[in-house]
C-alpha cells in the first residue's frame, strides 16, 4: 500500500484562525479524499480531492469552509477556516490503492483541537 | 440516514476468545464491503474486504462472514489476544459509483489477558 504522510500531526489553535493540513503519498495515487473523525466517532468523508478540478464536496461541507487543492498526483491540502471548537476532531487523508482500485488507505491523521 | 448499522457498540472478552462484530446494510447496490481497525492516534488500517459473490474470507485471525439475502455481514477474530484491542469499522461502497465509503459507527473491543 501507498505511504500516506500528513502535516501537521496535530494542532491547537484559536477559534477564528485557519489552519491547512498537507497529505503527501509518495505514489501516485488516482482518488484522494479527506475525512473528518470527531472524538470517539466514526469517519464522515468531507470531499473527494480532484487533480486538476475542482474537489467534491458531501453534503453538509463547503468549499468556503473546506477549501480543498490537489496540484499533482501525489498532495492534497485540506484547509480548515474561520476555525471554531466544533471543527476539533482528526481529520484523515485517504488515498485509492495502487494494486487495487477498491481498496482504501488511510493517513495517520491530524488532531485538531480549537480552543 | 445512517446506511451501515454496526453492533455492538463495545465489546470485552478473554484472551483466546472469538469476538463477533455485526454489520448491516440498507443499499443494495453496495458490493463491497471492507473492515477498519483502528488503535488510538493512529489512522484506520485496511484489515479485509468482501464482495459478495463470495460468502466467507480468511485472512489470518480475521475472517469476513457475508450474508447477501439478510444484507449483513461480520468479523469474527480467532484466538484473540491483547493487541487485537482497538475500534473495528465496517464500511461499504458500491464499486460502479463514486468509490464514496459508507462507515458503521465502530466497535470498541477490549481484549483482556
Known amino acids: 500500500s501507498a505511504v500516506i504522510s500528513q502535516k501537521p500531526s496535530r494542532d491547537i489553535c484559536q477559534r477564528g484562525t485557519s489552519l491547512t493540513i498537507q497529505c503527501q503519498v509518495d505514489?501516485?495515487?488516482?482518488?484522494m479524499f479527506w475525512y473528518r473523525q470527531q472524538p470517539g466517532q466514526s469517519l464522515t468523508l468531507i470531499a473527494t480531492?480532484?487533480?486538476?478540478?475542482?474537489?467534491?464536496?458531501e453534503s453538509g461541507f463547503v468549499i468556503d469552509k473546506f477549501p480543498i487543492s490537489r496540484p499533482n498526483l501525489t498532495f492534497s491540502t485540506l484547509t480548515v477556516s474561520n476555525m471554531s471548537p466544533e471543527d476539533s476532531s482528526i481529520y484523515l487523508c485517504?488515498?485509492?490503492?495502487?494494486?487495487?482500485?477498491?481498496?482504501?488507505?488511510f493517513g495517520p491523521g491530524t488532531r485538531l483541537t480549537v480552543l | 440516514q445512517q446506511q451501515v448499522k454496526q453492533s455492538p457498540q463495545s465489546l470485552i472478552v478473554q484472551k483466546g476468545g472469538i469476538p463477533i462484530i455485526n454489520c448491516a446494510y440498507e443499499?443494495?447496490?453496495?458490493?463491497?464491503f471492507p473492515w477498519y481497525q483502528q488503535f488510538p492516534g493512529k489512522g484506520p488500517a485496511l484489515l479485509i474486504a468482501i464482495r459478495p459473490d463470495v460468502s466467507e474470507k480468511k485472512e489470518g485471525r480475521f475472517t469476513i462472514s457475508f450474508n447477501k439475502s439478510a444484507k449483513q455481514f461480520s468479523l469474527h477474530i480467532m484466538d484473540s489476544q491483547p493487541g487485537d484491542s482497538a475500534t473495528y469499522f465496517c464500511?461499504?461502497?458500491?464499486?460502479?459509483?463514486?468509490?464514496?465509503?459508507?462507515f458503521g459507527k465502530g466497535t470498541k473491543l477490549t481484549v483482556n489477558p
Open positions: 480531492a480532484n487533480q486538476g478540478s475542482e474537489a467534491t464536496y
Open positions: 464500511a461499504a461502497k458500491w464499486m460502479g459509483g463514486s468509490e464514496k465509503l459508507v
Open positions: 443499499n443494495t447496490a453496495f458490493d463491497y
Open positions: 485517504s488515498v485509492t490503492g495502487t494494486r487495487s482500485y477498491n481498496e482504501q488507505f
Open positions: 505514489s501516485q495515487v488516482t482518488m
